[in-house]
Nanobody, 122 residues
């Protein structure tokens, strides 16, 4: 019952930064665990990171840990993905997801956004 819409994708040079936003509607995103996934050309969907509904527990893929950070802005009912030190291998369609529990989001979340393209140039 929650709708998710990503924004903020674009083209950035290697080493640069981008912040993706996931706007939720229909329900308060504060009551959901949230996550980010990505799909690179010719590759399967990859887990990026997730945050529990309480905001204290997080989980990140080894490939992005230390570079990517998930945050919430409950006043705007949005979830953000801050991406720093971007690499060409980060090029992918990024999309957000949500479910009630962190374990559900990291596994097979119920709700998905439409995705936004991130291209990292050399």
């Amino acid at each position: 019952q929650v709708q998710l819409v990503e924004s903020g994708g674009g083209v950035v040079q290697a080493g640069g930064s981008l912040t993706l936003s996931c706007a939720a509607s229909g329900r308060s995103i504060s009551s959901f665990a949230v996550g980010w996934f990505r799909r690179a050309p010719g590759k399967e969907r990859e887990f990026v990171g997730a945050m529990a509904w309480g905001g204290g527990d997080t989980d990140y893929a080894d490939s992005v840990r230390g570079r990517f950070t998930i945050s919430r802005d409950n006043a705007k009912n949005t979830v953000n993905l801050q991406m720093n030190s971007l690499k060409p291998e980060d090029t992918a369609v990024y999309y957000c997801a949500a479910d009630r529990l962190l374990a559900q989001v990291t596994g097979a979340p119920r709700y998905w956004g439409q995705g936004t393209q991130v291209t990292v140039s050399s």
